[in-house]
């Protein structure tokens, strides 16, 4: 998996790219998320447009951000979602969690 | 839609590497009948999470256990297997992870997802270890 941060009007903005699945690219989200919260970032849109596949690990590591970034009274926005992933969210209810936006700067505007 | 393949069946230490191998050999084994990719592409997850759960809670990712896995062709349905070496578990001690009270869990979604692309999952035993059947109808 690959994972590129970009700051933009303020906002952390973590491009995701290929799989987040169990022993590839989960704990790669975890790490740069941690990252950005331990610099103070509170506004964070996971972009998700790039992302080919996601599994239950991926899932579970989406939501570990969310509560995460909550507890650090920062918040985790989701843009860009493929219509697979979308699918995923609505069948697991991870919809009714995550605000997701159809792209990054809709995500960025609604902070 | 058989064309001679009817069973055909791997066998790997548990390494989580091994679960993309078991994908691809899952889609290539698929590759000559008429199951839109789509659909491919969701009983691939549900193959996935079987084969994670195996490697990790059946073998305790122990490299030394074996996972198999067996897909058997028939004309109105494909039945996917996954064998560990592992005790088995209780079915009904699985928790629903869409209730309010566990949708901030991290883990518990691998089963209940496998079940939504299936048509079937049974809980299977042999004498060396536990399995999960997973049945695709090919009339639906």
Known sequence: MKVDV???KGVTVLGLGGKITLGSGDVKLKEK????????KKKIV??????????SAGLGELVAAYTS???QGATVKLANLT???????????LSTVFETYNSVDEAIKSF | MKEGLSKI???????????????????LSLSKTKISEERVDWVALSLREAVNNAIIHGNKNNPKKKVEVEI???????YIRVWDEGKGFDPSTLTDPTKDENLLQPHGRGIFLIKQFVNKVEFICRNNGFGIELMVDLRK
């Open chain 1, 6 to 8: 970009v700051e933009k």
């Open chain 1, 33 to 40: 998320l941690v990252a950005e919260l331990s610099k103070g």
């Open chain 1, 46 to 55: 996971v972009d998700l447009g790039e992302v080919s596949y996601i599994d």
């Open chain 1, 69 to 71: 970034a909550k507890k």
């Open chain 1, 83 to 93: 219509k697979k992933v979308n699918d995923l969210l609505d069948i697991t209810r």
């Open chain 2, 9 to 27: 069946s791997m066998q790997f230490f548990s390494n989580l590497f091994m679960t993309d191998f078991s994908e691809e050999f899952f889609r």
């Open chain 2, 72 to 78: 058997e062709f028939l004309d109105e349905a494909i």
